[in-house]
């Protein structure tokens, strides 16, 4: 089955940084990479998702990049804020109708 | 927007005990949930699809007589954890896909359960 690594497990940033998390599948079937903020003591939250087809998909001041022939993805946040310090999860399935298999989650830190 | 419902938030219970939990999906129909359990500053396992008007898929390792999963409506998913134990102390979470357009799953608030 699916199994999905994160680095690092936790990053800490100064504000107005940029932060980068990567990600690596090992399932060549999966073609879905959402990316999920797990505020503390909240629920998960999808900000965004990046399929096969493309290699790079951009929403404000983040992005995804996806090298399929690698097995990578990553997650890129740019001018940070203390708001975005949560944990982040990628994951990845076949389709976005699918289950999708979590990674172990990367707790970022944005310093004031 | 999506909202997704969860009950009890949490529960305790002796050991021995079954502990049945409700996802709902308020807004929107969902022929399809997850159940993941989530450990402290730890991930989220996926534990079982659940498919309206059909069997659960469990996940290999998932006990699919001591999680029982029901998805009777569009709407409503339970885990009944049946003979609880100690080790079955978690927190559970479900998930529901919305499916227009852009499929997205959508998070309950999650269930801390703990057995004595």
């Known amino acids: 089955g699916e199994n999905v690594e994160q680095h690092p497990s936790t990053l800490s940033v100064q504000e107005g940084d940029s932060a980068v998390i990567k990600c690596t599948y090992s399932?060549?079937?999966?073609?879905?990479f959402p990316w999920y903020k797990q505020e503390l003591g909240k629920r998960p939250q999808l900000i965004i998702d990046?399929?096969?087809?493309?290699g790079e998909k951009k929403d404000q001041r983040i992005a995804v990049t996806l090298n399929k022939t690698a097995k990578h993805f990553s997650l890129h946040i740019t001018e940070t804020q203390p708001e975005d310090s949560a944990v982040y999860f990628c994951?990845?399935?076949?389709?976005?109708?699918?289950?999708?298999?979590f990674g172990p989650g990367t707790s970022l830190s944005v310093i004031p | 927007g999506a909202v997704v419902s969860q009950h009890p938030s949490r529960v305790i219970c002796k050991s021995g005990t079954s502990v049945k939990i409700e996802c709902r999906s308020l807004?929107?129909?969902?022929?399809?949930m997850f159940w993941y359990r989530q450990f402290p500053k730890k991930s989220l396992m996926l534990m079982a699809t659940?498919?309206?008007?059909?069997?659960?898929?469990?996940e290999q390792g998932v006990e699919k007589d001591k999680f029982l999963i029901n998805h009777a409506s569009l709407t409503l998913s339970t885990l009944t954890v049946t003979s609880a134990h100690p080790e079955d102390s978690s927190f559970y979470i479900c998930?529901?896909?919305?499916?227009?357009?852009?499929?997205?799953?959508?998070f309950g608030p999650g269930t801390r359960l703990t057995v004595l």
């Open positions: 399932d060549s079937a999966s073609n879905y």
């Open positions: 998930s529901a896909l919305r499916q227009s357009g852009t499929d997205t799953q959508y």
């Open positions: 994951a990845a399935g076949k389709t976005s109708y699918d289950k999708v298999i």
């Open positions: 659940s498919n309206e008007g059909s069997k659960a898929t469990y």
């Open positions: 990046i399929r096969s087809n493309v």
């Open positions: 807004d929107f129909q969902a022929t399809t």
